[in-house]
């Protein structure tokens, strides 16, 4: 079971990103559409925190700057970002939860498996 995120990098302010997450391992081959998948930031000395999710019926954001988009037949979730700031600066996760819930949860002790993370850094 393997979350791989990438995409991330060096971006000025203002810019577009889009992060990219592939699902594999025995786990996902099979019920990768029944997934919960999110996207969590964490900022140096700061706490993870909600970016996006998204389930097999809707998706929430807390921006409308970061849309969320899933390809289940690829097993992938891709977070494109929008006007970049700043303090859009941190190390970007992705997530999934077993269960098939259709709630999207911000909380991330309620996701099963993490990603390992990929950089962004946006300069001024």
């Known amino acids: 079971v393997q979350l791989q995120a990438s995409g991330g990098g060096l971006v000025q302010a203002g810019g577009s990103l889009r992060l990219s997450c592939a699902a594999s391992g025995r786990t996902f081959s099979s019920t990768f559409g029944s997934l919960t998948m999110a996207w969590f930031r964490q900022a140096p000395g700061k706490e993870r925190d909600f970016v996006a999710g998204?389930?097999?019926s809707g998706a929430d954001s807390v921006e409308g700057r970061f849309v969320i988009s899933r390809d289940n037949a690829k097993n992938t979730v891709d977070l494109q970002v929008n006007s970049l700031k700043p303090e859009d600066t941190a190390v970007y996760y992705c997530a999934a939860r077993i269960g098939g819930y259709m709630y999207i949860s911000r909380s991330l002790d309620e996701y099963d498996y993490w990603g390992q993370g990929t950089q962004v850094t946006v300069s001024s």
């Open positions: 998204i389930t097999r």
